[in-house]
């Protein structure tokens, strides 16, 4: 059956069913509808690694999610997945090395169409958006152009780099295109030691054809030592032909062989027309009475060795190979123990002197760099590849510290267990923003007009991006039909309808759009369906309710991709599930949101509901929240949540929803920068509590750096506060504070105050400062602080 063939093995299928399928009449009008909606852009390598780098994560995120409606693809996805970095490695190379044309610009322009086509036909085939048959012709037509395309560039390649084999013994002195993930000579500095030891082993021991291989995690640096190895001068030297090959986890045989032959001799042009016996032949005879040294990159099994063993003779002239892998247990089937190499990674220090040597080659780090510098070198654990890519990004910045550690913060929580995922974390950092190219054009603005949409109801299967603008400051009141959102726009990752009232949002359909990564809703909106999980990859969620509180369900604990949640006018969690203790579905869900950085409006109550929030925000750094006055109310104490616990907390704002809160102690984490309270009572060793907060600029009770103070709804007498306290303070805000009695006179030797303002304060701290006043014409002769007073 023709449908089980192309499902299952494409590389099956007859020429006169290929010709069929990819003549469809409908596969043809998806893919050209797609295609003409790309411009051609300039091709860069910016272009093509952000490209890639978007690419990548799309088909990563799809095959991590194991969905039933690509379970059957998930081998063709991979395989498209590992064509894509294979194709973009060598073109990038290729630019670097001068090899430019109209040929090579020309690959490049159809590499970036058929990877937009990719994200579109796997996007498609997620959210089961239109004829299911045409969508695989669609993804079989995309593998066909792969193959089409690296067929080419193995051409090129040929044309570009290949020579003669009467001219192999001079051709192999000369540097051979390098495979992309190859380093300058200050990347491997750390790797001299291994380089001379396999090099050493390369050129002495048996006679025989031998193995040697090179082992470690990705990102650990074993294609940058073996092409380091490679090209020694002794191995130039030393073996009279060289190549190489990527063998990968998706390979075949017969394009092992023509990367091989095109590294040896001048392929002609009918060599692809060339049985596989007889590719296999040439390589022999190529080889024969020759020492030469083979380099097979990223080897997942020992099927690509067994492949290709008969077409390597062994004339006992000391032929070697050199063999990359990730896992030991493949290379150890053909490799002695001896003869393996393991890549560690490298120490701290080792990292640091890396990163500086990439960022000032001819000069010296600044000292003032070496603590933040040496804090993003642990964090790169070692990989080569990390740091590498890290220094880059550093040397793109201003040499400043701040500047350097908000790199630090943003690497931070990318630092995961996974090494690949860490390396390609850190590229998505360098290469931000990783959207597709001309990103406008996949974008469409509707307005709120009533009539838009009883006239009309706009589709278009490609768009990325619809936002809503209200044409009037006035919030509608009925709530507008956007059924047809999910019905037109499956593949949506950008949703903003924020400004329109939608009434009960997913019985809309929202929680169907799958790709959805910014989500922002308004409307008669109270509570939050389950089916809000259903959005695996959401990262931004707003909420504008109308009815003042939103509850979210528990299911939102499940959504771990979430950066950033706010509602307003404030938002709960429907927890009865989730009390510490008493749930028997809390191990179903995940514990924490290790990606949440911001959260607000959320409302807490003191005690064990506080306290299992907390424990489930492990990262946030910005939190607004408001605390709820409970039925064991007492004006004489009521505990403060333990926020210390928040060690990335850098901005929190918390509210009493009360006539005014006493607590027995405040909870705050030394990572704070800003605090605002409103309607607590302040005792002086709560003023204590916060001057301890070393990040609020606060050295020995002095705030050095505040310039803008406001205190509202503080429960002060006496201000006992002096000018060096406040020494850069500009402006001073008092509101609300009743019972404060007078602002301190000493106030007026901070050479930066410029304005007072008094709203709703007592007559005694006006007439504070009107002496305050006179003080600074008396003392200093001058009239420079303004105060403006409202009752």
Sequence with gaps: MVIEIVFNQFTEITEDERLTLTCTEELAYGVTSVCNSFPADEITEEVMNKMGLWLFDSLEKLLKWNLDSVAHLTNHIETISKDFEFLISHLIDFKEKGAENHGLKELCTRLIHVAHEAEYAIDSLVVKSGDEWNQFLWLYHISEEIRLIKM???LFQ???????????VQTTRHEIPRNRASGNSEDVFILNDQQKAIVNRLKRGSPDRDVISIVGMPGIGKTTLANQVYNDVEIVGYFHIRAWCYVSQVYTKRELLLEILNHIVQLADNIHAMEDEDLELLLCQSLRRNRYLILMDDVWDTGAWDDLQRSFPNDQNG?????????SDVVSKVTLESDLFKLNPLSDDESWELIRMKIFPQQCCREELWEVGREIARNCQ????SVVAIAGLLKGRNMKPESWKQIARSLNPLIINDPQTRCMEIFELKFEPSYPMNYDGYRLSISTRQNHFVMSTPSSSYVR???FFATSDTYPRCPYD???????????????LE?????????AGIDLLLHLIYLAVGGDIDCIPSSLANLRNLETFLVKGLKGKVILPDAIWHMARLRHVRVKDRLSFNLKDLQVGISTQLNKIPTQLNNLVSLSSVSLSPGEHAEEIIRRLPIVRKLSCSILRSRNYSMECTEFPRLERLTKLMALKILYRGKGL???????????????????FLRGDHISTIGGLENLEMIDGKFLRLKFLKLESVNIVKWNAYSEHLPSLQRLVLRRCENLEEVPVDFVDIETLQIIEVQGCGESVEMSIGRLKKEELDQYGTDILKVLINH
């Design 152 to 154: 080419q560039v193995r």
């Design 382 to 385: 070692g990989l080569p590849l």
């Design 319 to 327: 032929s070697r190979f050199l063999i990359t892998s990730r896992l």
């Design 499 to 507: 400004c329109i009232n939608i009434g009960n949002l997913f019985a």
């Design 662 to 680: 006493n607590v027995s102690a405040f909870y705050f984490p030394m990572s704070l920068k800003k605090l605002s309270l409103s309607n607590f």
């Design 158 to 168: 040929g044309k570009a780099f290949g020579v003669g084999i009467q001219n192999a």
């Design 482 to 496: 956007i059924s047809f959102i999910s019905r037109n726009f499956k593949l949506l990752k950008v949703l903003d």
């Design 465 to 467: 991006t619809l936002l």
